[in-house]
């Protein structure tokens, strides 16, 4: 049986039943050529959601996406590192005692599971660093998701893999060049990392990432255009920013 035979069976009624909806719903949107932009917040990629949104994408479902800076850079802290994660079952049960171990031990704990500092955030940070001097020096502007996409057509990460890259929802999008909009970035690690960049005065100019309200810009910009030739579907994974 398949999932869809499964969900047409079992999810007849209750908050199972929207879930069938929705899905028949997205379905027969895309079968009338219509575009899907999708939102995600939460930790998804820490969570791996890479396994079925990388093939989403790869299958034209998602055509635009909206994102925490935290998910955009997770993906890739998964991608490069994932023999280093932690996973942590009884996370309720931790004392204060264990939880300064795990942050001595530079493992940052997302629930359950737990992210290596040293071989997920801080080899990105090198990497990105080498392109935001190079930026800086040209006073050349990008996007995040610009920078991160340059990381991987350059193959600058390809040593570092570690999972089979088709699970890699940006690297999908990357091969799409869909947009990825990151509303809240200087929020998120890599964020954090660029900020110190410039208080440290390794870059001198700030405006090397653009700014959220250009990110705004640029996605209205997005919608305006897409929106022309086809209906735009808006689907929605977790809550705050992004959505």
């Not at 791996?48 to 997770?74: D, F, P, W, Y």
């Not at 090198?126 to 020096?137: H, I, P, R, S, T």
Request: hydrophobic share 35%; aromatic share 10%.
């Amino acid at each position: 049986m398949s999932i869809k035979e499964f969900v047409k069976k079992h999810y007849r009624h209750f908050n199972a039943a929207v879930i069938r909806d929705a899905s028949e719903a997205y379905i027969q949107h895309l079968e009338k050529g219509g575009k899907m932009f999708l939102t995600m917040g939460g930790a998804m990629s820490t969570g791996e959601l890479g396994l079925s949104l990388a093939e989403m994408i790869r299958q034209n479902k998602v055509h635009g996406i909206s994102c925490t800076g935290a998910n955009l850079e997770e993906d890739i802290f998964n991608l490069v590192a994932h023999e280093h994660y932690q996973r942590i079952p009884n996370y309720r049960d931790l004392t204060p005692q264990q939880e300064e171990e795990l942050l001595k031990k530079n493992l940052n704990r997302v629930t359950d599971t737990c992210i290596p500092e040293h071989e997920a955030m801080r080899r990105i940070e090198g990497e990105l660093q080498k392109l935001w001097y190079k930026a800086d020096a040209e006073n050349k502007r990008y996007f995040p998701y610009e920078y991160i996409y340059e990381l991987i057509r350059t193959g600058a990460l390809e040593k570092y893999y570690q999972i089979d890259p088709k699970d890699s929802w940006v690297i999908a999008a990357c091969e799409k060049n869909l947009s990825i909009f990151t509303p809240g970035w200087e929020d998120s690690t890599t964020g954090n990392f660029f900020v110190a960049q410039n208080i440290r005065g390794k870059i001198k100019n700030i405006g090397i990432v653009k700014s959220g309200a250009e990110q705004m810009q640029s996605l209205v910009t997005w919608y305006l255009e897409t929106s022309q030739n086809a209906s735009i579907g808006f689907f929605q994974i977790a809550g705050g920013i992004a959505g």
